[in-house]
């Protein structure tokens, strides 16, 4: 898993150990993972939500943003992140933070990561005076 532990940290790689639970009667598995890790991604949704709250609210340049968030700072692309335009659609398509609603059509780069960071943050169950920590915890519990 890749990306900060705690707001103020720089990016990291982490393992993590997964579990998998197989039915007995029908042979179906299932894999449980801690709280924060999200479905299909290589980061953390908390490094995922503290991007999108970096693009959106603090407009941080993305290549500062893949700087604090990544772990790795080669990259095919020195100047920008892809990444965080995939996020940002597959949060559009439901496919990650499934309670984020999509972002109007004619919405900005900025604008949906900003939509999407609010709404993060307000899910975090504690009220932080850090934004970075209220987003982390937020993305944490919609994963």
């Known amino acids: ?9 720089r990016g990291g790689l982490v393992t993590i150990e997964a579990r998998r639970y197989r039915c ?3 042979n179906a598995t299932i894999t449980v993972v801690p709280r924060g890790v999200a479905a299909r991604r290589h980061f953390a949704a908390t490094a995922i ?10 407009g941080a340049a993305l ?8 772990p790795w700072s080669a990259s095919f692309d ?7 335009r995939r996020w940002l659609c597959a949060i559009d398509q439901k496919r990650l933070f499934p309670s984020v609603r999509p972002s109007p059509l004619a919405s900005s780069l900025r604008q949906r990561a900003e939509r999407a960071a609010m709404t993060l ?6 009220a932080a005076d850090v934004p970075e920590a209220a987003v982390m915890a937020g993305a ?3 994963a």
């Open 24 to 26: 007995r009667r029908c």
């Open 1 to 9: 898993m890749r990306g900060p532990l705690a707001a103020g940290e």
């Open 63 to 70: 290549i500062e943003v893949r700087r604090r968030v990544s």
């Open 121 to 126: 943050v307000a899910m975090a169950p504690f």
């Open 49 to 58: 939500g503290l991007a999108l709250l970096l693009v959106g609210t603090a």
């Open 140 to 142: 944490a519990r919609a």
């Open 78 to 84: 020195a100047d920008s992140w892809a990444t965080v």
